[in-house]
């Protein structure tokens, strides 16, 4: 009986926090990759995961000062190939000069991503 009511609050918790199957695990904003010259930011994070907890990052471009060149393509890429891997949210778009990149993990799993904004 424990193990079962283990297993519901598990699934509860995925379900309740927005980390369905509906949700993409990549995102990409390149609606012209001709016009994504310049790669301007480029990261790989690799977290490993806890038992029974997410692994967060936020991501910001520019990190410092600014930047004057608008944004022409935005690409995060979910290396993990397993199923396993992490979610990516976004605060900005092309045509800006700035974005913020939310990265989650699901539930007692790593992050594992590449990261790359083009001017």
């Known amino acids: 009986m424990k193990h079962i009511l283990f297993v519901a609050i598990v699934v509860l918790l995925n379900t ?3 980390l369905g199957a509906n949700m993409p695990h990549d995102y990409l904003d390149c609606p012209d990759p001709t016009k ?4 301007i930011f480029e990261k790989q994070v690799q977290r490993a995961g806890r038992w029974f907890r997410f692994i967060e990052e936020t991501i910001s471009f520019p990190e410092v000062g600014i930047n004057k060149d608008p944004i022409t393509c935005i ?3 979910d ?7 992490g979610y990516a949210t976004v605060d900005g778009n092309v045509g800006g000069n700035s974005v ?3 990265l989650r993990s ?3 799993q790593g ?7 083009y001017t």
Request: glycine letters at 14%; proline letters at 0%.
């Open 75 to 77: 690409m995060v890429k």
């Open 36 to 39: 994504a010259a310049t790669m």
């Open 100 to 102: 913020k990149i939310y």
């Open 79 to 85: 290396l993990a190939k397993d199923g396993q891997g």
């Open 111 to 117: 992050l594992h991503f590449s990261v790359a904004v």
């Open 16 to 18: 309740e926090l927005g």
């Open 106 to 108: 699901q539930l007692g």
